[in-house]
């Protein structure tokens, strides 16, 4: 098939859809499914180990690699503060918002400086496009 033709552009739309509906139908069996029952399998000892270390780890390092990329470090900052305030303030004066922790401090998306990502988004004097993404 051509690209850019009408079936090509059908061809690409249906492997698409297909792809979708097969990660939805993987994820239902092998999370929503056997997850649960892998979760009641695994001993309780190994669950609180993976909580405390394993879990803080992966998303520490995701957290320091966002923030060293990132071009626009008042997103950043804003983050750690709502973040700060959110787990330390909200959270011991209100127990019942921990579900709902993480949601406030999605906040400092919302507050970060889109002037700032534009202008980091600009080619630069030689028209390259900014290397790496921009959040």
Not at 54 to 60: A, E, H, N
Not at 80 to 106: R, Y
Request: proline residues 7%; hydrophobic residues 55%; positive net charge.
């Amino acid at each position: 098939m051509k690209p850019g033709t009408r079936k090509g552009e059908l061809a690409s739309v249906a492997a698409i859809c297909g792809a979708a509906a097969v990660h939805l139908a993987s994820l239902f069996i092998f999370v929503g499914l056997m997850g649960t029952w892998l979760v009641s399998v695994i001993p309780a000892g190994l669950i609180t180990t993976a909580q405390t270390y394993i879990l803080p780890t992966v998303m520490g390092a995701v957290v320091v690699q966002a923030i060293v990329s990132q071009k626009a470090p008042r997103a950043a900052i804003i983050a750690l503060v709502v973040s700060l305030i959110v787990v330390f303030g909200l959270v011991p004066l209100s127990p019942q918002m921990g579900l709902f922790s993480t949601a406030i401090a999605v906040i400092a998306w919302f507050l970060r400086d889109k002037r700032a990502i534009a202008a980091a988004r600009e080619p630069d004097e030689h028209g390259n496009p900014p290397e790496g993404p921009v959040y």
